[in-house]
Each structure stands twice: as structure tokens, then as C-alpha cells.
């Protein structure tokens, strides 16, 4: 009886231990699943394998062939498995792990630095990239100690997008807004006629801190240093148009999708977001102007976009056919028509001015990149999404009035540094 | 994915729930020790032994195995570069004491407190109420149990998603709905006070209809002249419930209350939809917390993440044995 009792005892703790293992494991052991199922090719002889974040095009789209008719050009054939964004960085990580990489990975910029730290991608030395054209800001995000791990597809960046009616009807001329005070008094005339003033994302995400850094940049802050007076009047800046109604309270959850969505209901004056809405903003007649800077002229803007890398494989002789296949897809003709297709801006001079002749209106795109910034250049790499976190907890902190800017600003410095000297 | 996983462990939960409970109450009568059995020859056992490897084996890879390998996560420090390379350095409970020693933790802890009782505490009466309203079997009252599971059946994504909706501050319908009656604007997803009520809500709405299910399928267990003798001997609707039908599903409000506990606990979904456990860290769960290290950020640090889901195992399993515990009392008296 009593060894009875004992045994439904542990049977009940099982269970209950089991049901959130089970909760807890699920990500990873679909994880694995996916990776040994897709990597299964990679040894077979004239398949190579090819991961992307384009889920959105499939098998018969442009992209897809695109990547194909690469692969035939090389001699191979090309596998490509497109991945969600977040899901890419644990797949490729897990695939590493398991060496088990694919031969070519396109990844998220910020992502490139984690995964070189992890020693699962090759530099350009060793796979035989070249690296010659490419404009050095959009290529930062590839370069870590003097080494570089990729080659960027394209770039996006941010900018301020505004309703031309809105604007007229509160009689604001958008050639004015040179500056952070400038722009405060155009919104501040835009609420007084009714209308919303801006609208951003000011979530707890990686997106949060990449709208956030324009006006961190454009204060004069350096990411090394959270709680400058500079970073401070930068989160300030934030803080006060949502206390003062400039900015809808929703801000504060609001993902650049969301934050769009508001801006496309016609109520809002200007917007925050990204190259990737270009289309979106043409149809509801929106015009773009450059981020100001605190004192004025442009804020320097974070780099979007992502990066050809070559994985370390087992068999080093793949690099080559990977490097072929990879330049054949970054050949200024290809790279155009496929970053006009993602709304990206191309990563050389050659590609940018094939793309603004072709459509004017890229031409403010195209100057916003060229003051752009790699999140995770200045030599921060990994360091950066550590500081990251840290930023956007500060941001969420003074955006609700949990802290003050300052307060809020100095717990991030004191949690990053405590982080990074771990 | 993760909505899937969540949605079908209910399920499946209630199933076994049911085939669990069905034998708890009759158990009570039939006390009699066990008779030793007679040793099976030697043939048989192997066929025995053959017969349980199935489950074993299951159990070993799918419990067992990933368990073992969140508990080597724990005890070791991985970077990216040794989770790669695998040769992460043994650091005992050095990740345990970074948790407990991160500015995080107590907010996180006691989010999850404050989340898992009143979630339950809330579910399970109005669960109750419910029951005992449905156990009385008026006209059209089942086309409105059915009702009452569509939370059940939503998949978790859409229900948070629409409750993120109507919660929303500028443009929400709750919002809306407070401003006829003169409450000005609440921040129910932004702002620090009202986030975790927030969260709560939905929560409680998701959860009911499990509480609903089993309590009334317990009532119906329960012979229904016992409910006529009481009514004989002068007991009234309150004294009924209280005296006859509350004692009589103490096991299955265990259940009820153990299963739910240890679903609440783990809850991610709503949370994470809803406020991504914000802000700041004020909508944070132990779990919420553990996915945000791992792959909140573009650095995972899954050491740190593990031992949070270990702390999480820990606790489900303290309550599994109070629940153990509660029971022999239960049968012994």
C-alpha cells in the first residue's frame, strides 16, 4: 500500500513536471527536427543548401528562381528553405551546433555578429567574397575586428513619413522640420487642429531600440555610454510626445507594422517606419522626409537588411561554388531587381544609381542609407544586443511612466555593463 | 506553434483528467489492502517487460531525455560560441544564483504568483458558479455551455490577439465602452498598473470554460438522491451546495485546481501577445522571463533560460506533492 501510494506520488510529480517540459522543449525539438530534415541534402553531391527570411515568396516566385538559375550558373543545384525572421538565428545556431549548416545563410544584419562570434560563419578571406563596391556603412554590420562575414543583400532604413493633407489642413510646412523643436511644433499645431501627431514603435523588442536609435544618434549618444545627458534628452524627446498626446499611448506596444496601421488610417501626421512601406505610403499619397537630428540636419539612421554569409562547413572545397553561387545573386542586376521587389536600397553606388533612375522617388531613400549605421558596427558587435535589451527596458520604463528618462536610462547602463563585463 | 502545443495539452489534459476521475470517487468505498500477487514464470515477465518498453522508451526520449538536457543547460555557462562548439564550462549553480540575483526575478516571481492564484482562484469560482447554474438543466442550456466553451476552442493567437484589440488605449473597445460611463482613458496594456490586470482578464476568460467542464461533469457524478434526500430533510439551494455537492467534488476541484495550477504557471502565449511582458518588466512571468532570454534578444543566453524553466518545473512539482498530500488526507479520513 504504501509503495502503491509512493509510486502515484512520483507519477503525479511526473506529470506535472512533464506537461512543462514538454511546454518548454517545444520550441527546440521542432527546431532540431526542422534542421537535421533540411540539412539531410547539404552532404549530397551537387546540392547545395540555401536558408533565407523570405518565407512570403514561394517556390514559383522571382526570388525563388532567381536563387535557382544561380545555382544552375554554378553547376549546382539549390535548395532553398526560407525560415522566419526570429526562428533563422536559433536554426542557424542549432544547425552549427549539429554541423549541419547550410552552404549559404541570409541573415539579419545584427544577427551576423552573433553567429561569427559563434564560429559558425567563414570570412570573406577565407570563402573568397569580394567586398570591393559595397558602401562601408552598409557594410559594417558584416565586419568584426577587421574581418568581414558576409556581403548585405541591400539596405532599409528609417525615415519620417507625413500625410501631406493632414500637414496643410494644420498649416504646417513640412520644409520646416529641420530639427527636434521644429518637428515638436508642427505636431503641437497638428494636435490643436485635431488630428495625431506621430506615430512610432516604442515596443520591448529589437524593434523598439531600432526606432529608438535615429533620435539616440541624433542626439549625439553613443551606444557604450546609455545614460549620457545626450541619450537622456533623446528618450525625453519620446516620453514628452506621449505625455503630451503628440504620440498615442499605444506606442508603447505598438510593433512598426501596427504603428504604420495607425499612420494608415489618414488621423496622423507623420510616421516613423521603414524603406518597406514605400508602396503602402505612395497609395495613400504619404511623402517621406529625413529623420532630424537634435541641433538639425539628418539623424544618422540604423542599417535593416540582410547578409549573404558562407557557414564554416566540414568540406571546406564548397566555398567556392557558395561564393559563385552568392556572387551570381549579389551581381548588380540581380541585386537590383531583387531589393526593388523587398523595397531595399542596393548596397553599391553602382546598384543605387541603377535603382534611382529608374524610380525618383527612392532618391531620399537612397541619401537615408547613406547616412545609415550598422547597429553593431563600431566594433560593438555581440556587445550590441546586450545594450540593446537594455535600451529598449529603458525606453518601456519612461515611455509608461514607470521611471524617468534619466532613472530609467541609468538602470540600463548599470544592467548592460554589469552584463557585459560577466 | 507554441498556441497549438498550449491548446492541445488542455485538451489532452481534460481527457485524462476524466478517465482519472471517474475511479477517484468510487475509490473512496473500496479500502481493502492489495493481494500480494503471485511471481509470473520467467517467460511471461520478459513478455511483461516487452509489453511496458513501449511507454518506457516514450517517456525516456520525449520526458526524460529533453529534461536532463535543460537541467546540463542549467548547470552549464553556454555562450553562442560553446553552444556551438560545445564545450560550455561546468558552473554548477552559478546560472541559478545570476537568476536570483538579477533585478528581474522578484518582479518576475511575483508576477507569477499574483497571475497563477487569482487566474485560478478566479476561474475556478466562476467555473464553479457556472456549473451549478448548467447542472440544473433549463431549456436551451446546452446550446449555452456550448457557448460557454468557445474560449475553449479559439486558438489561443486569436483570442489574444482580439483581447490585445479591445484593450487597446486609443482605439479600444473596452476604452470605448468605460468612456460612455465617464471613465476617462486606462491604459491596459501600457501602462505598468493596469498590464498584468490586463493579461489577467484574458487569462481568466480563456480558462473558464475548462473550470466549467469538469466541475459540471463532476456535479453529474454526484447521485442525484442524495441531492433529494437533503431536499426532504429541509435543506435549501445554498445548504445543498455547500453541505452536499461542495464536500462531494472535493477530489475533482483538486484536480481541477492542480491541473489548472500547472497550465497557468506556464502560460506564455497571452502574455506574450498581449504585452510581450511589459512594460518594462511588468507583465514579466517566470516564463515570459525564461523565453526572453533565450530568444527575446538577437544574443540567446539559454544557460540563464533553462534555469528559469527549471525554477518552473520545481515549483509545478512542490504543488504536484501538496496536491499528493492533500489527497491522503482526503482518503484517510
New interface residues.
Given amino acids: 500500500?504504501h509503495a502503491?501510494?509512493k509510486a502515484?506520488?512520483v507519477g503525479?510529480?511526473?506529470?506535472?513536471?512533464?506537461?512543462?517540459?514538454?511546454?518548454?522543449?517545444?520550441?527546440?525539438?521542432?527546431g532540431s527536427s526542422a534542421a537535421s530534415s533540411s540539412s539531410s541534402s547539404s552532404s549530397g553531391g551537387g546540392t547545395y543548401t540555401f536558408w533565407d527570411p523570405y518565407p512570403q515568396y514561394n517556390a514559383t516566385s522571382d526570388w525563388a528562381n532567381l536563387v535557382a538559375s544561380c545555382g544552375t550558373k554554378a553547376g549546382v543545384t539549390v535548395k532553398r528553405t526560407p525560415y522566419d525572421t526570429?526562428a533563422l538565428?536559433?536554426q542557424a545556431?542549432l544547425a552549427?551546433?549539429q554541423g549541419k549548416s547550410p552552404d549559404i545563410l541570409l541573415v539579419d544584419n545584427?544577427?551576423v555578429s552573433?553567429?561569427a562570434?559563434?564560429?559558425?560563419l567563414t570570412t570573406t578571406a577565407q570563402n573568397g567574397l569580394s567586398t570591393g563596391s559595397i558602401a562601408q556603412n552598409i557594410l559594417g554590420a558584416g565586419v568584426i575586428n577587421g574581418a568581414t562575414f558576409g556581403v548585405p543583400i541591400g539596405a532599409n532604413t528609417l525615415a519620417l513619413y507625413y500625410n501631406p493633407k493632414v500637414l496643410t489642413a494644420a498649416h504646417v510646412d513640412p520644409a520646416t522640420i529641420t530639427n527636434w523643436a521644429s518637428l515638436t511644433a508642427a505636431l503641437a499645431k497638428v494636435k490643436a487642429a485635431g488630428k495625431k501627431g506621430i506615430t512610432f514603435s516604442g515596443?520591448?523588442?529589437?524593434e523598439g531600440s531600432f526606432q529608438f536609435l535615429p533620435w539616440f544618434w541624433g542626439a549625439g549618444a553613443n551606444l557604450t555610454n546609455l545614460d549620457s545627458p545626450q541619450a537622456i534628452a533623446a528618450l525625453t524627446l519620446w516620453t514628452t510626445w506621449i505625455k503630451d498626446g503628440y504620440a498615442?499611448?499605444?506606442v508603447?506596444?505598438d510593433t512598426q507594422t501596427t504603428a504604420w496601421q495607425e499612420f494608415q488610417t489618414g488621423d496622423v501626421a507623420f510616421a516613423e517606419n521603414g524603406t518597406w512601406q514605400k508602396g503602402l505610403a505612395a497609395q495613400m499619397g504619404a511623402k517621406v522626409i529625413q529623420i532630424p537630428a537634435e541641433n538639425g540636419g539628418s539623424a544618422p539612421v540604423p542599417t535593416g537588411g540582410e547578409f549573404f554569409t558562407i557557414p564554416v562547413q566540414g568540406d571546406t572545397s564548397r566555398y567556392a561554388t557558395s561564393a559563385k553561387i552568392v556572387g551570381c545573386l549579389s551581381a548588380t542586376d540581380n541585386i537590383v531587381k531583387t531589393d526593388n521587389t523587398l523595397n531595399y536600397v542596393a548596397p553599391t553606388q553602382a546598384g543605387q544609381q541603377a535603382q534611382a533612375s529608374a524610380d525618383s522617388s527612392l532618391s531620399s531613400w537612397v541619401s537615408a542609407v547613406g547616412v545609415a549605421k550598422a547597429r553593431t558596427g563600431d566594433n560593438l558587435g555581440?556587445k550590441?544586443?546586450?545594450i540593446?535589451?537594455q535600451m529598449w527596458?529603458a525606453a518601456?520604463?519612461a515611455?509608461?511612466?514607470?521611471?524617468t528618462p534619466s532613472a530609467a536610462l541609468a538602470?540600463a547602463q548599470a544592467?548592460a555593463s554589469a552584463a557585459l563585463s560577466k | 506553434?507554441?498556441a497549438m502545443?498550449?491548446e492541445q495539452?488542455r485538451v489532452r489534459?481534460a481527457a485524462r483528467h476524466r478517465d482519472g476521475a471517474a475511479p477517484a470517487a468510487p475509490s473512496r468505498g473500496r479500502r481493502q489492502?492489495?493481494a500480494r500477487r503471485p511471481r509470473l514464470p520467467r517467460g511471461a515477465q520478459w513478455a511483461a517487460w516487452g509489453f511496458i518498453a513501449p511507454v518506457v522508451g516514450y517517456?525516456g526520449l520525449?520526458?526524460a531525455y529533453?529534461?536532463y538536457?535543460?537541467i546540463d543547460l542549467s548547470v552549464r555557462s553556454y555562450?553562442?560560441?560553446s553552444?556551438?562548439?560545445?564545450n560550455a564550462p561546468f558552473a554548477g549553480f552559478g546560472n541559478y544564483a545570476g537568476i536570483f540575483e538579477s533585478?528581474t526575478f522578484a518582479p518576475a516571481l511575483l508576477n507569477t504568483a499574483a497571475f497563477v492564484f487569482v487566474s485560478i482562484a478566479l476561474q475556478f469560482a466562476i467555473g464553479l458558479a457556472l456549473a451549478v447554474f448548467f447542472h440544473r438543466n433549463f431549456r436551451l442550456s446546452g446550446l449555452l455551455r456550448a457557448l460557454f466553451l468557445v474560449p475553449w476552442l479559439l486558438p489561443l493567437l486569436v483570442s489574444a490577439s482580439t483581447w490585445?484589440w479591445m484593450l487597446?488605449?486609443?482605439?479600444g473597445i473596452v476604452n470605448a465602452f468605460l468612456q460612455a460611463f465617464g471613465i476617462g482613458?486606462v491604459?491596459w496594456?501600457?501602462?505598468?498598473t493596469w498590464s498584468l490586470v490586463a493579461v489577467l482578464i484574458a487569462n481568466i476568460w480563456i480558462g473558464i470554460p475548462f473550470n466549467l467542464v469538469i466541475m459540471y461533469s463532476g456535479l453529474q457524478s454526484i447521485p442525484v438522491d442524495i441531492f433529494e434526500a437533503a431536499s426532504i430533510d429541509g435543506a435549501g439551494g445554498w445548504q445543498r451546495f455547500w453541505r452536499i455537492a461542495f464536500p462531494l467534488l472535493r477530489p475533482v476541484s483538486a484536480i481541477t485546481l492542480?491541473l489548472g495550477f500547472?497550465?497557468t504557471?506556464?502560460v506564455?502565449d497571452i502574455i506574450w501577445i498581449m504585452?510581450?511582458?511589459?512594460?518594462?518588466?511588468?507583465s514579466t512571468t517566470l516564463a515570459i522571463w525564461?523565453y526572453q532570454l533565450s530568444?527575446?534578444?538577437?544574443?540567446?543566453d539559454f544557460s540563464s533560460a533553462a534555469a528559469v524553466?527549471n525554477v518552473?518545473?520545481v515549483i509545478?512539482?512542490i504543488?504536484?506533492?501538496i496536491?499528493?498530500r492533500a489527497r491522503?488526507r482526503l482518503e484517510s479520513t
Fill in positions: 500500500m502503491y501510494r502515484r506520488a503525479a510529480a511526473l506529470l506535472a513536471a512533464g506537461t512543462i517540459a514538454a511546454a518548454l522543449t517545444a520550441c527546440s525539438s521542432s526570429t538565428t536559433t545556431l552549427a551546433q545584427p544577427v552573433t553567429l562570434k559563434a564560429g559558425a515596443i520591448n523588442t529589437e498615442p499611448n499605444s508603447i506596444q555581440t550590441y544586443p546586450v540593446s535589451q527596458t518601456q520604463k515611455e509608461s511612466g514607470a521611471a538602470a544592467a | 506553434m507554441k502545443t498550449a495539452s489534459s489492502p492489495r517517456l520525449f520526458y529533453p529534461l538536457r535543460n555562450t553562442v560560441t553552444f556551438v562548439s560545445g533585478p490585445s487597446n488605449s486609443d482605439s482613458q491604459d496594456l501600457t501602462s505598468p492542480l500547472v497550465y504557471l506556464k506564455f504585452t510581450k511582458g511589459g512594460p518594462a518588466t511588468s525564461s530568444f527575446g534578444s538577437l544574443l540567446p524553466g518552473l518545473i509545478a512539482v504543488f504536484a506533492f496536491y499528493v491522503h
